[in-house]
């Protein structure tokens, strides 16, 4: 049986689907994480956004063979460290080179980047503005290149912009098709 692929794997363009990088003079930030969160429930990393669960079982006396046996259950295609770094990569591709050279650490986590931008938040323009609906889809509509122009002209020419998730919804499908078309092709 094949290994099945992690859904956070299969991003291929995380600027497309957070279509803007997010600069410490921006005034940015809620609209940054509330689209960075979005991506990571859609992904199933959601989690990766807290402290990492604890692999101890209250008992400190591990066996070699123990130890073993976890590392081997800790071990499928989609483990918490090649998560993690899939994440980080998402992080440091959104964020301005400033904010990355500030958050940038040796064996840092997700979690680790996440907090320190919330911590740095207090000095970002729009800390705690609501984001609204409209926002969200013309910022997801900005960051779409030609390749998706079919689709960004048909959200813009609604009598009403569809809600964020409608449209994140057909830009993935179309992002989607164009995948498997490659396929086809190759």
Known sequence: MEPKIHPAATVTNIKSLIPFVLEMESGLYASWSELFKIQCRASLVIDHLSPRPSSSSGS?????????????????????????AIMLQWIYATISNDLLHTILK????????????????GQLANVGSPV????????????????????????????????????????????????????LMA
């Open 60 to 84: 400190n006396k591990e066996t070699d063979k123990d130890k073993a046996d976890k590392d081997k259950e800790t071990q499928p295609d989609d483990s918490w460290d090649r998560l993690d």
């Open 106 to 121: 040796p064996n840092t986590t997700a979690y680790d980047a996440w907090k320190t931008l919330e911590v740095l938040a």
């Open 132 to 183: 609204d609906n409209d926002r969200l889809v013309l910022q997801l509509i900005a960051g779409l290149n030609e390749q998706y122009e079919g689709i960004a002209t048909i959200l813009q020419q609604q009598d009403s912009l569809p809600n964020f998730y409608e449209a994140r919804s057909k830009v993935m499908l179309v992002e989607s098709r164009k995948a498997e078309q490659a396929l």
